[in-house]
């Protein structure tokens, strides 16, 4: 049986490793390199899963769709899998899981050893531009040739991070058989805001908890690394609630930048510092990172050289009360080319969630982020592409 898999990243190589079973696989992979995104996620360390897996982190038209996969292929197999290709990894207290080397290409690298050892064929620069269907098969058409295929895996990524490698290409190739798309937008994605306060705060961070504040109240909340930029913000917080974010019509962002503290007990720090012959300047240090609680207390007007016991009772409260809810409007994302993740897809619908076959198009199967399926920050897209790689690699577990 010949096998074409479109797409030399996580889930296609994943998909490959798992179809070589079934007869000679060959990867067409456009970049000049398998793996090229899957090098440089997480910052180059590569978060491949989470032990806290569940399916309320997967968003979507219809976010059960990937149950299936995720159950069949969870994360102590996905573990197994990359012992046995001879990937060792370490997990953190939050459930994410890492390769011990820190290094994404360490995941990239054991992918294509255990590709090749199962005779799979890695070709690079290889951009699909047609798949042709005809009675037995496909024929799947390259800038540089054609091949002919009785099964074709469809794992040509998303259309996030196009630095990397991402690209709408996809969509296109699934769209001209018959299947349908869902609209588009970022998701895991640093999010622009509307006035000047992250300006002056460029590469602070700070652990903060995170709201989204929409039309119908809360949208979103999480907690943890905020970084403020020029823009706006980023960080891994920030991460989470862009999918949100991107959705909205208008919303807001509101930052408690003293999460683990009350605001009556910071009222009472504040009163105390107030004591002391000491500057407003002063006020929040030690509180917060000190030039984040300077541009807090100028935000709020003050004058950073006015001595603390002119301050009254009621800037305390006021003050204490603008560190637990700093508002930043929202006024968009920094787009497919600050992204992660995308968010939307090839409409899963048109797939049968237990094999991942096309029903549209029998002996099609599709995995990975084209489809209509993407996770929150903190190694859940990666499983995602484990698991729907596998399980569409295992072409409805046909025998040869």
């Given amino acids: ?67 299936p996969a995720l159950e069949r292929f969870g994360v102590e197999d996905t573990l197994a899998f990359f012992r046995e290709l001879g990937l060792v990894t370490v997990a953190e207290p939050s459930g994410r899981v890492y390769p011990h080397s820190d290094q994404a290409g360490s995941v990239v690298d054991v ?7 199962r005779g799979v064929r890695l070709l690079c620069g290889e951009g699909v531009l047609e798949i042709r269907r005809w009675k ?124 683990r503290v009350g605001t009556e007990e910071l ?37 950073l050289q006015t001595p603390l016991k002119a301050l009254k009772a009621g800037d305390m409260r006021g003050i204490a009360g603008a560190v637990k809810a700093v508002e930043l409007p929202v006024t968009g994302t920094m787009g497919m080319e600050g992204a992660q993740v995308t968010a939307g897809g090839i409409r899963t619908a048109e797939f049968d969630p237990m094999t991942l076959e096309s029903r549209l198009v029998p002996g099609l199967f599709a995995c990975g982020e084209v489809l209509d399926v993407d996770g929150d920050c903190g190694g859940y897209n990666l499983q995602w592409a484990w698991s729907s790689g596998r399980l569409a690699g295992n072409l409805g577990e046909l025998t040869c």
């Fill in 1 to 67: 049986m010949e096998i074409v898999v479109i797409g030399g990243g996580a889930s296609g190589l994943a998909a490959a490793i798992e179809a070589a079973k079934y007869g000679s696989v060959t990867v067409l992979e456009r970049s000049e390199r398998v793996g090229r995104k899957l090098a440089v996620t997480g910052n180059g360390r590569c978060n491949l899963t989470n032990l806290y897996l569940t399916p309320e982190r997967y968003h979507g038209e219809a976010p059960a769709f990937a149950r």
């Fill in 111 to 117: 992918l294509r050893f255990g590709a090749r050892e």
């Fill in 136 to 259: 037995g098969g496909f024929t799947v058409l390259t800038a540089g040739g054609s091949y002919r295929a009785d099964r074709v895996i469809a794992a040509p990524g998303g259309a996030a991070c196009p630095r990397a490698g991402g690209t709408e290409e996809g969509y296109r190739l699934l769209t001209s058989l018959g299947h349908t798309g869902t609209a588009l937008r970022p998701s895991l994605v640093q999010l622009k805001t509307e006035n000047g306060f992250t300006r002056p705060l460029k590469g602070v961070r700070a652990d903060a908890g995170v709201r989204v504040i929409g039309r119908g109240g809360t949208l979103a909340e999480s907690a943890g690394e905020v970084q403020f930029t020029d823009y706006g913000v980023s960080g891994p917080a920030i991460f989470e609630v862009s999918r949100a974010a991107a959705a909205a019509d208008r919303c807001v962002l509101r930052l408690d930048l003293l999460r």
């Fill in 267 to 303: 009222i009472s720090l504040l009163e105390k510092r107030c004591e002391t012959a000491l500057t407003v300047e002063n006020l929040l240090t030690g509180i917060l990172h000190n030039k984040l609680g300077r541009t807090v207390l100028t935000h709020l007007g003050y004058a």
